[in-house]
């Protein structure tokens, strides 16, 4: 287990654990965050995960109801986090990172009815803000 901070305050305890679902290297559970044990030293997974930490300390027990029955707030959510983890590239990689993480949201795992290309575009939006300081937040990309 590690401790990392959000907001320089909020301490969240890591678990490196291989018991998370087949499919899923990462999962927040608000204050604290599960990564499957091959990712320990997945920077940019860990920065996802966090990202939905913050999020959930935004809006407490509320992002975690929005997230489960609301489509555009799940897709919100995952647009912030897979920018922030896309941010840690740059150049080609960053590229193939949007490229892979629209799959992945436009995937049925997330279950958002939204094609790869309208998450890619999201994402670069997000990702641009994102580099230039005009967001941190959850923004209206949908």
Known sequence: M???????????PIFYTNKLP?????????????????YEDDKPLLK???????????????????????KKWRFKSEVEAYAVQASCYSGEELLDKIELYSEFISSERYNLGVTTQHAYCCLIN????Y????????????
């Open 22 to 38: 087949q499919c899923v290297a990462g999962a927040s559970y608000g204050p604290w965050i599960k990564i499957r044990e091959y």
């Open 2 to 12: 590690k401790i990392k901070f959000i907001y320089k305050i909020i301490p969240i």
């Open 126 to 129: 997000y990702i641009n803000n």
């Open 131 to 142: 580099l230039n300081g005009d967001i941190g937040v959850i923004e209206d990309y949908s």
């Open 48 to 70: 996802h995960e966090l990202t939905h930490s913050k999020q959930w300390y935004r809006l407490f027990i509320l992002h975690g109801l929005l997230y489960r029955i609301s």
